[in-house]
């Protein structure tokens, strides 16, 4: 969160996850990148890929998706009820 506020892409995690869960983290990747332009940059779909994992680890932190078995999220009624008033 950015100053208390859920940042852009938190929300696009979060809402990524509620729709289509259980989703493992290598999917949110794939579904982050598919969601953006591509990138003629080597290293773009590694930093997609890094920053799926990192929105997970802190969406997971704030209590937002809890872990569904190995690597595999789902919303909590919280992740729920921030989006719904997003």
């Known amino acids: 969160m950015s100053d208390g506020y859920p940042t ?9 996850i509620r729709d289509h869960e259980p989703m493992p983290t290598a999917r949110l990747a794939e579904r982050l990148l598919a969601a953006r332009e591509p990138s003629t ?10 920053m799926a994992g990192t929105l997970a680890w802190r969406l997971q932190a704030q ?6 078995g190995t ?5 909590t009624s919280s992740g729920r009820a921030l989006i719904s008033c997003a």
């Open 8 to 16: 852009a892409a938190q929300k696009e995690a979060l809402s990524l």
């Open 71 to 75: 690597d595999t999220w789902r919303t």
């Open 41 to 50: 940059n080597p290293g773009y779909a590694r930093a997609v890929t890094r």
């Open 63 to 68: 209590g937002f998706i809890t872990a569904n």
